[in-house]
């Protein structure tokens, strides 16, 4: 099915007369057909693609197309987003077949001189509830799983922890994650593997692994010992690629197998 919004018309004829009117299209917008899965456990058999003709600023942000597409044609169209500044993590989705955040991916990266298309689906590898939200829930299991918080077991300071510089940058990296799940759902093994914690929870172990303060790492590494931990990944660097911070994933899973072969943070 495909709904069109090509005018400064309201949307009655469409939706019904609920449907708010429809704003004066922009000078240099585009019309960009997206294609979204849509899904309502309610009324569906199963998922099925649905079509929407919007205009479009090359400028915009996906998430800006979701949000006209919601707002003035169809207010069913169901997806989850929070601060739409890239820093939450909530509005990953699969955009053209890849992972990515719907507030850091443009238009004008997505159009080209012959077709103004776009598809977007729900990030794979996770129970599908409606249109594009997914549970989170098994993701966050694996996360709280190994323990991602510092851990002592010293008598507690009488003044802050001190760190080096050098000390700080060996685990920098890791702290950028922002749970989006981006990572975890790009992976083939995580698709097949139930019970694999999947790239994120291992990046959230390194980021306290090789903290200089922590005391909590042997812990960790034991969890990620485990046959459906750490030595589930098979370095295709999915993860990597997939990651909306530039984290590098499948470095920092390597980090951990070499701290497990060797026993040596």
Known sequence: ????????????????????????????????????????????????????????????????????????????????????????????????????????????????????????????????????????????DAYRAVKPFLITYDNPPTREYVQSSKDRDRFDDTTKCILCACCTTSCPVYWSEDAYVGPAAIVNAHRFIFDSRDQGAQERLEILSDAEGVWRCRTTFNCTEACPRGIQVTKAIQEVKRALMFRRV
């Open 1 to 140: 099915m495909t709904i069109a919004a090509e005018t400064g018309t309201a949307a009655a004829s469409v939706q019904g007369s609920d449907r708010a009117e429809l704003p004066p299209i922009p000078e240099g917008a585009v019309m960009l057909t997206v294609k979204i899965q849509r899904y309502n456990p309610e009324l569906d058999d199963g998922p099925h693609m649905e079509s929407y003709r919007v205009p479009a600023q090359p400028g915009d942000r996906l998430l800006n197309v979701l949000h006209y597409i919601k707002w003035y044609i169809d207010g069913t169209l169901t997806f989850r987003r929070s601060c739409a500044h890239g820093v939450c993590g909530s509005d990953a989705m699969r955009i053209n077949g890849r992972n990515r955040l719907g507030c850091k991916v443009l238009v004008k990266d997505l159009i080209g001189d012959k077709r103004n298309e776009v598809t977007i689906e729900p990030i794979k590898g996770l129970p599908l509830l409606k249109d594009l939200i997914v549970d989170m829930e098994p993701f966050f």
